[in-house]
């Protein structure tokens, strides 16, 4: 490790800050100024973390940055590994796709919202970075306090009551946090996520009664975030009240939560130490598996777009946690494809929701379903006056139907984009053991079911906002909001034709969870840069 | 070019023709259609050209890595079976879009629609040509999605959209279960490969996992097929435009699931359960479909329930796990997608060229339309089984075959009975659609006056009828080779030997053929006038598929929202309800595991006078939550309380760093909030019919006490766990070492803020700025309730003394008022900056800092507010507090970016002493600058909230009185 690229990893979190500090120094007025700026820096981000993955898959060890040049634990470390590189990636697409997006109108309807908007992502990019108990708890703050900005972004009565209501519950959250962060540190005297790991087996028997209340009460709070049932209630309003490219954003923000879930239980509970391993798998099985199936009921009922793409957001969390909590190289890596892929498709969906409602004027957007008051065991001849004539669909029309049917294929794992690969990988995994066991066999049917109902609303939803013939004009599109759905919709197709690739990556992904000695030695023995000390060599 | 090209090009030309028909003009009806129609023909002719490979009885295979480590490689496979299945698809696909091209109007859209229909070509061949289980599953939803987009349309008409819908779900249904199907049937035999899973028959016939895999994969492909009791899907599938019925009627769709039992036939076929599944359900949507064929008045619906029926005929033969079975499977499927496909044109055409399709409406029609006629006829023939004709030939195999089933249940006798009664149905709807159209008086009262459809339209009716004909009359020599390779490629060594002759000499399939013959154009003698009358089938009529799955889907919905209304809440204090809940319980498994202990660690005695601090400090945090619904004043009052005296404690323990900072937060936070107080709306006091409380309220509330008590003793519980055992060897001993060392201070708590943990203090100052711009963001938009819009009662008493007086202006007593204590704070102005620059300075050795200096700074802008009102500080200051936090935020990341000059990671410090004069030695740091980011953001922090709450009082209220005009607002606001 040499050089600049030496300090690239820091890039993902400072350079936002800084270019935040010069976009606060200019007036407000000054838009254009700030759209190229924001733009530019998560254009930057997204080669940054594109460099930092090939760095981090070539070398196939943790690349660590001590912080202040203190070595581990004392001081704050980054690490970038193979998980965390492909995370900045996710969120890097991501943040670019929604910035975009904004620029339609968004941007301009409330004020700062590319400051808050940058912040948020040198947050989340941060939780994905720090190898720091505590610097972690800086970072959900940073994304949080930026999160309560740009969920009141553009105003109104239903988006600040949601967002007080977040605010409330997230504010509680974090005080959790802080509590078990509290007492991991009175047991293990550290905050170095590695040299926790390897104290982990030092810990004597009369404190593990505290790590894992504390660990218990750590977890809660990530859940929170992830949108476990029956924590979750706030989420799917308040993504609905946001405004569509921040709820895109906000989309991989419940993946911050299943990160550090992942991350902790492979390097606390990871089956190295006999005594508290596997401590919470089998919670995150069940919760997860509650949480599916809350969503599906929450898919079924839903009756605008939003709370469809909301509960998705839930159903995908359930499966990540559920499958985090089965474990194994098979199904980690499967896990993985998935947390990208439906990431990158609920993305997608929040930034289409709009521009697909547009023109709808009633409240519940999908018909609710009555029961068929004719009689139809088709005999008759057709009575009604039908139209055989094809009538011509307007370009954008055609677009945003071609798109929606591509977001629907994608949650509802589909073929041919890659949400079939992912669901195929999974189930692939499940069965891949010698005994197909009970728990596999509900996750299935949960994740078939999820998939299923998933259709089923957005077909409803499609046929009655895109087919159904509308007085009204044509929705007029947008340019910048074309590129970006069509962006993330690129993404999934090209996951789906490089799965190949793709996936031996998430498999090496999954290896290095597997083992935590890796990240462990690699923090632990991250060398200082000029040593000896720095105070005296200048 | 190789095999492999060749086959790779025959399945990319439907998709890339799809991805051209898409980008043509809307008009380009021509252009599109010919496109096409050129990509079957070139296609078909690739196909061909594999003749000779397959003839010798070899495979063509394509493999191409795609997601090899889970055995999912790109595979294409060429056997002769799906080569004849190919072949079938791609030559009736071309004949479609011949007809459509005439078919479709002229003010159609139509290069959309052919791309459609391209593409469904496209996933068709995907999955006849799939060499790889999931392969199969991936191109058998693309399947689904395309007719969804076929059958849909004409989207604008409801019948359409309905239709499109429904065999959407259904198909989709089916198409999960069966990927769940497959991938079991991969894991059983230990490879998605195809070639593979078909060597490995007996394992997987014998595995534990067959039923379930065996019924996964059926639902999948009874789905698709249309078997009983899905058939529903497929009449209302109608709505689509005839040439789209025709194909998927015919030779697709709806023989995918045929076409995967067939291919999956030498592993799964020949158990037990096989033969009463498959050929019970075979069975019944044979007599369902050929029963309610009967009663249609619609040419399509009739020719839909047909196709149900037939497609039960060929579930059936499978059912029965004979090769000879198997044989007349293959025959029938090829047959009948000649027959049908003529018939579902010339129903089309009969639509065109009348205006409606309905049996009763039309009559006589042979004399307007007679080669159309003629051409029906022979269709019609063959599909009732008339010999001479091709579906005279399977059904006598399928006949035979019925008679031979050897299961020991009573289907044995009961199948030849049935099969005979569905032959017979079938020529009763057969000659209802002939007769009832083509003859008895002319129409009256048709759309249009018929006339012969053009000949380009009629020739795809021409070539499938003549194959019917040059199949039935000369088998041996047109079919039979084909139908060799096909059938060897299936069943390898097990290939029966059988006989294609029209003749077979006197035996019991003839009898029951001339039966059923007979017998159909009996019945239809004796009935067939009263079918016209009828509105509903018989029996099987109540069945009503739709009804039930729209009503299922429904109740569903219906249900899953009472559910999720029963395990949901939109209310806030539930869910915080329930998160103190899952968390006291989930912090508790850890103790009631391993059980609850104190430490050992060295405890003290505890001072009276702490205690005493302590009790007072609980009391005002308890009495606070107490007094917080109703009286907002007092609870931060004793807020305040509790946090003065933590101040005290961190003070008392040796920690006066803390015990300042804390301090100074403690206030600066508690002025804020008592200034937004004044714009909270009044609360209500709570009211309750009769005065008393209701049960369930105070029962809610007694549990909320009970829960908070819990998890008060819980978190106290912790504490006294964790505070009583002895620390561990942990970091903090490094800290105390290295500070002076390795930071360059002596504060040991500024030096991890500013160097061991700055790049936490760096977040943290992101979050103030962040908190700072958002809250501003939410108050500029902020208008108060309004009641809380009007004046507090002492500035009505103020004002109203103003206005009683001559000598006073307004506003003036409210000036007054805080005369001395503005002077006093005025003056304390530039003293508290000095001694908040103090604190920044001595920060890194002595108690102070960047955050408590800047604390302290902004406290002195507070007290200028509070004192002398938001407009006069504002002519005379000028604060521009995002700014301060840009130029801070810059601090603190250029210092910390300067280590890289120095090839240091980012925040690396440094320091060393500078010589002053007068003062001598100071120290200076890198820190310090980063400390000055510090300062800065705290200061403009503060400042914009404080900014943002005085300048509530400036604004034009929402609902203004007439007394209320802005200019007469004086600048005491804000006070409490």
Same mark, same amino acid.
């Given at each position: ?6 300090h ?13 500090a010069v ?15 924001s ?5 930057a981000l997204?080669v940054?973390?594109?460099l ?14 001590l ?7 004392f001081g704050i ?6 998980l965390s590189?492909?995370?900045?990636c996710l969120?890097?697409?991501?943040g ?10 968004w ?7 590319h ?6 992502? @040198?947050g ?5 970075l720090?190898?720091?108990?505590f610097?972690l708890?800086?970072? !959900?703050?940073v994304?949080?306090?930026?999160s309560?900005?740009?969920i009141?972004?553009g ?11 977040y605010?409330? +519950? ?6 959790l946090?802080?509590?078990?962060v ?7 005297g550290t ?9 982990m ?6 404190d593990?009664?505290?790590? /894992?209340?504390g660990a ?10 992830s ?6 209630f ?14 895109a954003?906000f989309a991989?923000m419940?993946k911050?939560g ?5 991350r902790l ?6 089956g190295?130490w ?9 919670w ?7 949480? +599916? ?10 009756r605008?777009?939003s ?13 990540l ?6 474990g194994g190289?098979?199904?980690t890596s499967a896990?993985?494809?998935y947390?990208?892929?439906s990431?990158l498709?609920?993305?997608?969906l929040y ?5 697909? /409602? ?9 018909p609710?379903?009555?029961?068929p ?11 009604e ?5 094809g009538?011509?669909?307007?370009g ?15 949650l509802?794992?589909l ?15 499940l ?7 009970a ?9 078939i ?7 089923v ?11 159904t013939?509308?007085?009204d004009?044509?929705?007029h599109?947008n340019v ?10 690129a993404?999934?197709l ?9 996936f ?11 083992d ?23 | ?15 890339l023709?799809s991805?051209l028909?898409a980008?043509?003009?809307t ?11 050129l ?8 196909l ?5 490979t397959?003839?010798?009885?070899q495979?063509v ?5 795609w997601?090899?480590?889970l055995g999912?490689?790109?595979?294409l ?5 799906t080569?004849?299945f @190919?072949l079938?698809?791609?030559g009736?696909?071309?004949l ?5 091209r005439?078919y ?6 139509v290069p959309?629609f052919f791309?459609f229909?391209?593409? !469904? ?9 799939s060499?790889?289980l ?6 058998w939803e693309m ?5 969804f987009?076929?059958?849909g349309?004409?989207?604008h008409?409801?019948s ?6 429904i065999?959407?779900?259904?198909t989709?249904?089916g198409g ?13 035999a ?12 007996d394992i ?12 996964l994969?059926?639902?999948g492909?009874f789905t698709?097929s249309?078997?009983f009791p ?5 009449p209302?599938a109608?709505s689509?435009?005839?040439p789209?019925s ?16 067939i291919l999956?036939w030498?592993v799964l076929?020949?158990?037990?359960i096989?033969?009463?599944?498959v ?10 479909g050929a029963?309610s ?9 009739l ?6 029926s ?12 004979s090769?000879?079975?198997?044989v007349?499977?293959?025959?029938h499927t ?5 027959f049908? @496909? ?13 205006g409606?399709?309905?049996l ?6 042979m004399?307007?339309?007679p080669i ?12 009732a ?5 091709n579906?005279?030939l399977?059904?006598?195999? !399928? ?7 050897q299961?020991g249940?009573l289907?044995?006798w009961?199948l030849?009975i ?5 032959s ?8 209802r659609?002939?007769h009832?159209?083509f003859?008895?008086?002319p129409?009256?009262?048709?759309p249009h ?5 053009p000949h ?16 039935g ?7 039979g080779p ?7 490629s299936?069943?390898?060594d ?5 006989s ?9 399939p ?7 013959l007979v017998g159909?154009?009996?019945l ?6 009263r ?6 089938s ?5 069945l ?6 729209e009503?299922v889907?429904a109740a569903?919905?219906?249900g899953?929202?009472?559910l999720h209304r ?6 806030l204090q ?6 103190i ?7 508790s ?12 660690g060295?405890?003290?005695m505890l001072?009276?006078?702490f205690?005493?601090?302590w009790?007072l ?11 917080a619904?109703?009286?907002r004043?007092?609870a931060?009052?004793m ?7 933590t101040?005290i ?18 206030s600066?936070?508690?002025?804020l909030?008592l200034?937004?107080?004044?714009w909270?709306?009044q609360?209500?006091?709570?009211f309750?019919p009769?005065?008393?409380t ?8 007694g549990g ?22 002895p ?14 060392h390795?930071?360059g201070?002596?504060?040991v708590?500024?030096v991890?803020?500013?160097d ?5 203090t760096?977040?943290e100052?992101?979050?103030?700025? +962040?908190?700072?711009l ?11 309730a ?11 008493v103020?004002n109203a003394?103003?206005a009683?007086r001559?000598?006073r202006?307004?506003g003036d007593t ?10 006093i ?19 890194h050795?002595l ?13 002195a ?8 009102g938001?407009?006069?500080v ?5 604060i521009?507090?995002?700014?301060w936090?840009s ?5 603190a990341?250029?210092?910390?970016m300067a280590?890289?000059?120095a ?7 440094y320091?060393?002493y ?13 820190a310090l600058? !980063?400390?000055?980011?510090?300062f800065?953001?705290?200061?403009g ?13 400036i ?6 009185k007439?007394?209320?005009a ?5 600048d005491? /606001?804000?006070?409490?």
């Amino acid at each position: 490790m040499t050089g600049s690229m030496q300090h690239l990893i820091v890039a993902p979190v400072v350079l936002p800050i800084a270019v935040c500090a010069v976009m606060l120094a200019f007036n407000e007025r000054r838009r254009m100024l700030k759209r190229a700026l924001s733009l530019a820096t998560t254009a930057a981000l997204m080669v940054i973390a594109a460099l930092i993955l090939w760095q981090a898959d070539k070398t196939g060890v943790p690349q660590v940055y001590l912080l202040g040049n203190w070595s581990a634990p004392f001081g704050i470390v980054l690490v970038a590994d193979r998980l965390s590189a492909m995370m900045l990636c996710l969120v890097s697409v991501l943040g670019f796709t929604a910035l975009l997006y904004s620029f339609a109108r968004w941007d301009r309807s409330g004020p700062r919202f590319h400051v808050l908007f940058l912040l948020l992502l @040198a947050g989340v990019n941060g939780a994905f970075l720090t190898g720091d108990l505590f610097n972690l708890f800086v970072f !959900f703050e940073v994304l949080l306090a930026a999160s309560y900005g740009l969920i009141l972004h553009g105003a109104g009565e239903e988006r600040t009551r949601a967002s007080l209501h977040y605010i409330t +519950i997230n504010i509680a959250t974090s005080l959790l946090f802080l509590i078990g962060v509290a007492m991991i540190y009175a047991v293990t005297g550290t905050l170095n996520m590695a040299d926790l790991a390897a104290r982990m087996a030092t810990v004597p028997p009369e404190d593990l009664m505290l790590l /894992e209340a504390g660990a218990a009460v750590l977890g809660i709070a990530f859940l929170v975030k992830s949108g476990i049932w029956p924590l979750s209630f706030w989420l799917v309003r308040t993504y609905a009240a946001a405004v569509p490219p921040v709820a895109a954003v906000f989309a991989v923000m419940t993946k911050v939560g299943i990160y550090i879930v992942l991350r902790l239980n492979s390097l606390l509970f990871g089956g190295a130490w006999a005594e508290t391993a596997g401590f919470a798998d089998n919670w995150l099985i069940w919760a997860g598996f509650a949480t +599916i199936a809350f969503g599906v009921l929450g898919i079924l009922s839903a009756r605008t777009l939003s709370r469809v793409a909301g509960h998705y957001v839930l159903v995908s969390s359930g499966t990540l946690l559920a499958v985090i909590g089965m474990g194994g190289l098979e199904l980690t890596s499967a896990m993985l494809f998935y947390l990208v892929s439906s990431t990158l498709s609920v993305g997608a969906l929040y930034l289409i929701i709009e521009p697909v /409602e547009r023109n709808a004027d009633e409240d519940d957007i999908i018909p609710g379903l009555e029961e068929p008051v004719f009689d139809d065991e088709y005999t008759g001849a057709i009575e009604e006056e039908e139209n055989e004539k094809g009538i011509v669909i307007p370009g954008s029309i055609a677009v945003l139907g071609g798109g929606f049917i591509f977001c629907t294929l994608l949650l509802a794992g589909l073929p041919p984009l890659s949400g079939f690969i992912a669901k195929f990988a999974i189930v692939d995994a499940l069965f891949s053991g010698p005994v197909i066991s009970a728990k596999a066999w509900i996750l299935i049917t949960l994740i078939i079911l999820s998939g299923l109902t998933t259709l089923v609303a957005l077909t409803r939803a499609g046929i009655d906002l895109i087919w159904t013939p509308a007085e009204d004009s044509p929705v007029h599109l947008n340019v910048t909001e074309i590129v970006p759905i069509g962006l993330l919709l690129a993404a999934c197709l090209v996951s789906m034709i490089l799965a190949g690739p793709i996936f031996s990556y998430m498999e090496a992904v999954a290896a290095d969870l597997g083992d935590a000695s890796l990240y462990i030695d690699a923090v632990m023995n991250a060398p200082r840069a000029g040593e000896p000390e720095m105070g005296e060599a200048l | 070019m190789s095999d492999a090209r060749l086959l790779i090009l025959v399945l990319a030309l439907p998709f890339l023709g799809s991805i051209l028909a898409a980008f043509l003009p809307t008009r380009a009806r021509n252009a599109a259609s010919f496109m096409a129609g050129l990509i079957g023909l070139i296609a078909s002719a690739l196909l061909l050209s594999f003749y000779s490979t397959l003839a010798t009885g070899q495979t063509v295979r394509h493999v191409a890595p795609w997601l090899p480590s889970l055995g999912l490689d790109f595979t294409l496979r060429l056997s002769g079976f799906t080569w004849l299945f @190919a072949l079938l698809v791609l030559g009736i696909g071309t004949l479609v879009v011949l007809y459509a091209r005439y078919y479709m109007s002229e003010e159609d859209p139509v290069p959309r629609f052919f791309s459609f229909l391209l593409a !469904f070509m496209g996933s068709m061949l995907g999955v006849v040509l799939s060499g790889n289980l999931i392969q199969i599953v991936f191109f058998w939803e693309m399947t689904s999605l395309f007719s969804f987009l076929l059958i849909g349309y004409w989207h604008h008409n409801q019948s359409a959209r309905d239709g499109a819908r429904i065999a959407l779900i259904v198909t989709c249904l089916g198409g999960v279960c069966l990927l769940v199907g497959m991938l079991l049937l991969g894991h059983i035999a230990g490879s998605y490969d195809l070639d593979v899973v078909l060597g490995r028959g007996d394992i997987v016939r014998a595995h534990a996992l067959y039923l379930p895999m065996l019924i996964l994969i059926l639902i999948g492909a009874f789905t698709k097929s249309a078997q009983f009791p899905f058939q529903f899907w497929l009449p209302h599938a109608m709505s689509a435009p005839t040439p789209v019925s025709a194909y998927l009627h015919s030779a697709t769709m709806v023989k995918a699931g045929i076409f995967l039992l067939i291919l999956l036939w030498p592993v799964l076929a020949g158990t037990q359960i096989w033969y009463l599944i498959v050929v019970t359900i075979g069975l019944a949507t044979l007599l369902v479909g050929a029963w309610s064929a009967i009663f249609q008045h619609d040419l399509k619906g009739l020719l839909a329930y047909s196709t149900i029926s037939h497609l039960g005929l060929i579930t059936l033969l499978l059912g029965l796990g004979s090769p000879l079975g198997l044989v007349a499977a293959i025959f029938h499927t090829v047959n009948h997608a000649t027959f049908k @496909a003529s018939l579902f044109m010339a129903a089309g055409i009969i639509d065109h060229e009348t205006g409606t399709r309905d049996l009763r409406k039309l009559s006589g029609l042979m004399k307007f339309m007679p080669i159309t006629a003629t051409l029906a006829m022979v269709a019609a023939a063959a599909m009732a089984g008339v010999p001479l004709l091709n579906g005279f030939l399977s059904k006598e195999m !399928f006949l035979a075959e019925a008679l031979e089933s050897q299961s020991g249940t009573l289907l044995d006798w009961a199948l030849p009975i049935l099969a005979t009664l569905a032959s017979m149905f079938s020529v009763l709807y057969s000659i209802r659609f002939i007769h009832q159209t083509f003859f008895g008086p002319p129409p009256v009262d048709l759309p249009h006056t018929p006339h012969e459809a053009p000949h380009w339209m009629r020739l795809p009716i021409e070539i499938l009828v003549l194959a019917c004909l040059v199949v039935g009359i000369i088998p041996t020599l047109t079919i039979g080779p084909l139908l060799q390779i096909a059938v060897r490629s299936v069943l390898g060594d097990r290939t029966p030997d059988y006989s294609l002759a029209i003749w077979h000499g006197f035996n019991m399939p003839l009898l029951m053929s001339v039966i059923a013959l007979v017998g159909g154009v009996l019945l239809y003698r004796r009935f067939g006038g009263r079918l016209n009358a009828m509105t509903n089938s018989p029996f099987i009529g109540r069945l009503k598929g739709r009804r039930t799955f729209e009503t299922v889907l429904a109740a569903l919905i219906d249900g899953a929202s009472a559910l999720h209304r029963m395990v949901s809440t939109k209310r806030l204090q539930v869910q915080l309800r329930i998160l103190i809940v899952v968390t006291l319980a989930a912090g508790s498994i850890g103790f009631l595991t391993y059980g609850y202990s104190v430490g050992n660690g060295p405890t003290i005695m505890l001072d009276p006078i702490f205690a005493v601090l302590w009790i007072l400090g609980g009391a005002s945090a308890i009495g606070a939550a107490v007094q917080a619904k109703f009286h907002r004043l007092a609870a931060l009052a004793m807020v305040g309380v509790a946090g003065l005296s933590t101040c005290i404690s961190f003070i008392w323990l040796s920690a006066p760093d803390l015990g300042l900072t804390q301090l100074l937060v403690e206030s600066i936070t508690l002025v804020l909030m008592l200034l937004g107080l004044r714009w909270l709306p009044q609360r209500l006091p709570e009211f309750w019919p009769g005065g008393r409380t209701p049960f369930n309220v105070r029962l809610r509330r007694g549990g909320d006490i009970l829960i908070a008590v819990a998890a008060g003793l819980g978190a106290a519980a912790i504490a006294y766990a964790m505070m009583t055992r002895p620390e561990p060897e942990g970091i903090s001993r490094f800290f105390l070492e290295q500070a002076y060392h390795g930071g360059g201070g002596t504060n040991v708590v500024n030096v991890i803020l500013v160097d061991f943990r700055s790049f936490d203090t760096l977040g943290e100052i992101t979050v103030l700025a +962040i908190v700072a711009l958002t809250v501003f963001s939410l108050l500029r938009r902020f208008r108060p309730a309004a009641e809380s819009v009007e004046l507090p009662v002492q500035q009505k008493v103020q004002n109203a003394f103003d206005a009683g007086r001559e000598d006073r202006e307004h506003g003036d007593t409210a000036a007054h008022y805080l005369l001395v204590p503005r002077v006093i704070m005025e003056w304390m102005f530039p003293i508290i900056l000095t001694c908040a620059l103090y604190f920044l300075i001595r920060g890194h050795d002595l108690p102070g800092g960047g955050f408590a200096g800047g604390v302290t700074a902004s406290i002195a802008i507070l007290l200028l507010y509070m004192a002398s009102g938001t407009r006069s500080v504002e002519a005379r200051l000028n604060i521009q507090p995002v700014r301060w936090i840009s130029v801070g935020l810059m601090f603190a990341v250029l210092t910390g970016m300067a280590a890289w000059l120095a090839g240091y990671p980012l925040l690396s410090t440094y320091f060393s002493y500078l010589e002053l004069p007068l003062i001598g030695d100071m120290p200076v740091a890198s820190a310090l600058l !980063f400390d000055i980011g510090v300062f800065s953001v705290v200061v403009g922090t503060t400042a914009l909230i404080l900014i943002a709450l005085a300048h509530q009082s400036i604004r034009t209220p929402r609902a203004p009185k007439p007394e209320k005009a802005p200019d007469k607002i004086p600048d005491m /606001e804000g006070d409490t």
